[in-house]
């Protein structure tokens, strides 16, 4: 059966000490509730309405889905509450899953389980056994079958004793719980509609309620605090060193690498510590990276070696090529094949050409540079004038000097040298010698100025 997803993300989160939004703040550099919508569509939902109250513009600006329905709940009066504002989102015929904003880990393979059992029943609830379940709501059960879910506060001494507590999600049909939700009072201790009465409304009308559960209670934890938001970060991070270790790479310290985004790798790739890995990231087969790097929306082919301190950032680096120590491949930056970029070296939106080679010190914008060219230290590509780019063309088997300075536009043309120390502001033909720079003078018995 078709089913939609409501996501309660209306909190304000008072416990984090945050201007931003509770389920804003990233797990994984995603943030919390975005993660959550990702998992959903993931499932296949034909449509995610998503509860929000507190920080209504900056949750807007920030989540992004292939169809969300906006639900505002102006007053936070509830789960049950929250859940009302989406009724006229909610179709008869199909089933509705809820799940909570603020539980980033919730992995899909726990929610189609979720999904299979409501297969088999009238209402299924996703549960987990704690060792300790102060605060939470008891799952309470007769012959097995769950009559009803009590809060922690308005539970007796032993219905505190249960140790399965409810997540806060669960699936039921959309005609049920249209139905339920105009049942529910506010007559408990906080005064709130608790989505968890629909429990017991079921179950008085003769309702099969199941349960499923997830393989960690991990993934169903809350974030109410910057404690909680560190121990999932943490926890995500080992997960996915797991996995990545699983298929194949070998990380120098599995504590000590941060994935924050998606990490595809190859075979036989090594990663070392403290490197860090943003947005969409590739890397090939054998693939060396060193210590204390940052990969950024890259890919990087096979065979290449990263070494360490470097930062590529959308940026794509070839087959056997070397970059680094402390370089840094900024937007636009293509390295083809063997192509080699050294110490202190910086490209931005320029193409390194096969085999070539910026080994230290230089700065290459704009630019694209032919393959086996050699570009001397110290070299720029004077690209800015102030208000425009230019851009500068190198052809293949270039020799450029050391502390050269190539004001663009400008042509290099294939097999040309420039002389050490040049300033080529014009075309340098094939195969020339171009040599730009003032002619030295030797003043004899020079006097050194002395210290006054």
């Known amino acids: 059966m078709a089913f939609s997803v409501v996501v309660l993300a209306a909190g304000k989160g008072t416990r984090m000490k945050s201007a931003l939004p509770k389920v804003l703040h990233p797990v994984g550099g995603v943030a919390m509730v975005q993660r959550i919508i990702n998992t959903a569509e993931s499932l296949t939902a034909t449509a995610v309405h998503l509860v929000y109250g507190h920080g209504a513009e900056q949750l807007q600006a920030a989540v992004s889905g292939q169809q969300i329905n906006w639900c505002l709940q102006a007053e936070q009066l509830g789960t049950g509450h929250a859940v009302m504002q989406t009724v006229e989102h909610i179709s008869d015929d199909e089933d509705v899953m809820i799940l909570v904003g603020d539980a980033p880990l919730i992995r899909a393979e726990t929610l189609q389980r979720l999904i299979d059992v409501k297969a088999n029943c009238d209402l299924a609830l996703l549960t987990v056994d704690l060792e300790d379940p102060t605060g939470m709501g008891r799952i309470i059960r007769k012959d097995d079958n769950i009559v009803a879910i009590v809060e922690h506060k308005d539970a007796t001494d032993e219905q505190r004793a249960i140790t399965e507590i409810n997540t806060g999600m669960m699936m039921m049909p959309g005609k049920d719980l249209k139905r339920w939700l105009t049942n529910l009072t506010n007559e408990n201790a ?20 199941k349960a499923a559960q997830p393989d960690s209670p991990l993934e169903v934890e809350g974030v109410n605090n910057r404690v909680q938001l560190a121990r999932l970060e943490r926890t995500l991070q080992q997960w996915q060193a797991e996995t990545l270790m699983t298929n194949g ?35 090939g087969n054998n693939v060396v990276i060193g210590p204390n790097c940052v990969l950024i929306d890259c890919d990087v082919a096979d065979n290449a070696v ?15 090529c070397t970059v680094g120590p402390y370089a840094r491949l900024r937007p636009g930056a293509v390295m083809e094949k063997a192509a080699k970029v050294g110490n202190f070296v910086e490209m931005k939106k320029a193409r390194l050409g096969a085999g070539a080679k910026a080994n230290h010190l230089t700065y290459l914008g704009d630019a694209e540079i032919g393959a086996g060219s050699n570009i001397g230290a110290g070299t720029i590509t004077c690209n800015y004038d102030g208000v425009n780019k230019s851009k500068t063309l190198i052809g293949e088997n270039a020799f450029i000097g050391s502390n050269s300075a190539l004001v663009a536009p400008v042509e290099i043309g294939a097999g040309a040298t420039v002389a050490a120390g040049s300033i080529i502001t014009s075309k340098v033909p094939e195969d020339s010698l171009a040599v730009a720079r003032a002619k030295q003078r030797n003043i004899a018995g020079w006097q050194r100025p002395k210290k006054k």
């Open 190 to 209: 906080q005064g709130e509609y608790y989505l968890t009465d629909v429990i017991a409304m079921a179950a008085g009308e003769g309702k099969v309620i």
């Open 249 to 283: 790479a070998t990380l120098a310290d599995p504590l000590r690498i941060d994935v924050r985004g998606e990490l595809t790798t190859g075979q036989d790739v090594y990663i070392d510590i403290n490197t860090v890995f943003k947005g969409k990231v590739t890397l």
């Open 306 to 320: 990263i070494e360490a301190n470097s930062i590529i950032e959308q940026a794509s680096v070839g087959e056997d």
